[in-house]
């Protein structure tokens, strides 16, 4: 039998004095394992990673105070990639923790937890990231006094070619939803979420019609019905079965064919597989996560990538595309503080 690269990921994580590590990593999996193939960015904890469409430009959050948002380009061979720095912008708040780019490839949104705020920065045509253009400042709180004391921007996500930005807020249990007008993002929609939940994620399903929101503090998966303005259909547990005490919900994906999905809860250190079912989802089935606090989780075809934060491990599940279980030999490989893996 002959032997295959089925691909490359880029892996971000936590750098000292919140982890163990040392910037952006290359990991490379030959035959169903992983390799580690070193640091190809020094660059100071970056989070979360997002790449362009063709996969020549790499962004990724600096999670400090203030913030930062890098930018890279790709160098290299496929073989033998590497990245050089494009260089970097404050993104004028505290810990950004996740960044959207615009479809167009000319605007980068950045969501800083810290201070509740959205950074709207214009690219460069090399890919450079500018100063940001807008801030968006969030307001409101929850009733988890230690967690929802103000607003804490967790997600960014670009929608309708990216004429809508919606910003998905653990501090005020809400959605933030704005449209592009007269060249800026104006306000046109607060969708409330349940009180308590801390909103972390939004998938949307355009398709459906549907949105689907993942709350972190009680490990929920609401559903809303997504034309203007949205509306809360149901909202229910985000586990097959009864979770630790303190678990909190970390990553929702689509999974490996349409109607399912895939949410990841640290603490209970396990992986939801839910199934679309009517106005809202059900959970069906769940898998272990091969590691402490999965905080991250990327699909590349019927390969399902899991980031440890705490066990120091990224986990290669082949799944079923029918079933989105486990379905053959589980790969895992030691890796410093990773929380995020993204299929390159």
Do not use: K
Not at 58 to 69: I, K
Not at 186 to 198: C, K, Y
């Amino acid at each position: 039998m002959t032997s295959s690269v089925s691909g490359l990921l880029l892996v971000g994580g936590y750098t000292p004095p919140t982890g163990a590590g040392q910037g952006i990593r290359l990991v490379s999996e030959f035959d169903g394992e992983l390799a580690d193939r070193g640091v190809l960015a020094a660059t100071e904890s970056p989070s979360f990673l997002a790449l362009s469409a063709d996969g020549e430009r790499l962004y990724a959050v600096n999670e400090t105070d203030p913030g930062r948002v890098s930018a890279f380009g790709r160098t290299g061979s496929r073989a033998e990639p590497g990245l050089r720095s494009l260089g970097w912008q404050p993104t004028g708040g505290a810990h950004p923790c996740h960044l959207a780019l615009h479809p167009s490839g000319r605007l980068l949104a950045v969501a800083n937890y810290s201070s509740g705020s959205v950074a709207i920065h214009p690219l460069d045509d090399d890919g450079a990231v500018r100063p940001h253009a807008q801030l968006l400042r969030l307001h409101g709180s929850g009733p988890n006094a230690e967690r929802q004391d103000s607003p804490h921007a967790h997600q960014v996500s670009f929608a309708a070619g990216g004429d809508e930005l919606t910003v998905a807020d653990l501090g005020s249990d809400r959605l933030w939803r704005y449209h592009h007008r007269a060249g800026a993002y104006a306000l046109v929609d607060e969708v409330s979420l349940p009180p308590g939940s801390g909103a972390r994620q939004l998938l949307l399903d355009p398709a459906a019609g549907r949105g689907y929101v993942l709350g972190e503090l009680d490990n929920s998966v609401s559903t809303l019905q997504w034309r203007l303005p949205a509306r809360l259909l149901s909202s229910v547990a985000g586990h097959a079965e009864p979770l630790s005490s303190g678990a909190l919900s970390a990553a929702l994906i689509a999974g490996p064919r349409p109607g399912l999905l895939y949410a990841s809860h640290r603490g209970a250190d396990r992986i939801t597989v839910l199934r679309q079912d009517g106005d809202g989802v059900t959970p069906v089935a769940e898998f272990d996560s091969y590691g402490r606090s999965p905080r991250h989780l990327a699909l590349d075809g019927n390969r399902l990538y899991i980031a440890n934060q705490l066990s120091h491990t990224l986990v290669g599940v082949p799944v079923a595309t029918d079933t989105g279980l486990p379905a053959g030999p589980v790969s895992s490989l030691e890796l410093p503080s990773p929380s995020c893996v993204l299929p390159w």
